[in-house]
C-alpha cells in the first residue's frame, strides 16, 4: 500500500516481486508521485478508479502518458464486474491507482453507517441511505 505526498517516488519497481499487488492512493495531484514509473511498467494488470482522473490528476501516470496510454489500464469497475479479465497467474503483478471519487466516498460513508448499526452505535436517519427505485420509470403523456 502506498498512500504519500510526495514529490518523489517511494515504491520502486526494483522492490516488486511476483504476485504482488500494489494500492497507490497517495497521488492526487499531477506534482505528486508515489511509485515510480518501473512499478507501472512491470505491473501485469493496472487497475484504475477513472481513467480520466488517474491519467490527468495522479503524477505518477500524468509523468508515464508518454508510454502508457489511458486504455491500457481497465477501470476496477470493469474488473470487478468481470468485463476484463483478472490475474491469470499467481506470479502476476497488478496495481490499482487509485485518486479517488465520490461514488467510492459514499459507498464507504454507507457501509461505515450500516456496520455502526448494526454495533448498536449512533442512530438510524430517515430516509438514509438513499437507494435506487428499482421500477422502471414512469412515462406520462
Not at 33 to 58: H, M, P
Not at 96 to 113: C, E, N, P, R, W
Request: with cysteine; net charge neutral.
Amino acid at each position: 500500500m502506498a498512500a504519500v505526498t510526495s514529490s518523489q517516488p517511494v515504491l520502486m519497481g526494483r522492490c516488486l516481486r511476483p504476485g504482488m499487488h500494489i494500492n497507490s492512493v497517495g497521488t492526487a495531484r499531477p506534482t505528486l508521485r508515489e511509485i515510480d514509473e518501473e512499478v507501472l511498467r512491470r505491473s501485469d494488470i493496472i487497475a484504475v478508479d477513472t481513467r480520466q482522473g488517474v491519467f490527468s490528476e495522479a503524477g505518477d501516470c500524468v509523468v508515464a502518458k508518454s508510454w502508457l496510454q489511458p486504455e491500457q489500464a481497465c477501470t476496477l469497475a470493469d474488473l470487478v464486474c468481470g468485463r476484463v479479465p483478472g490475474r491469470s497467474s499467481d506470479d502476476q503483478i497488478t496495481l490499482f491507482k487509485s485518486v479517488g471519487t465520490a461514488v467510492q466516498d459514499i459507498a464507504l460513508a454507507v457501509k461505515i453507517y450500516e456496520s455502526a448499526l448494526a454495533m448498536g452505535l449512533g442512530e438510524k436517519l430517515a430516509g438514509f441511505p438513499i437507494t435506487a427505485d428499482k421500477s422502471p420509470p414512469r412515462i406520462r403523456h
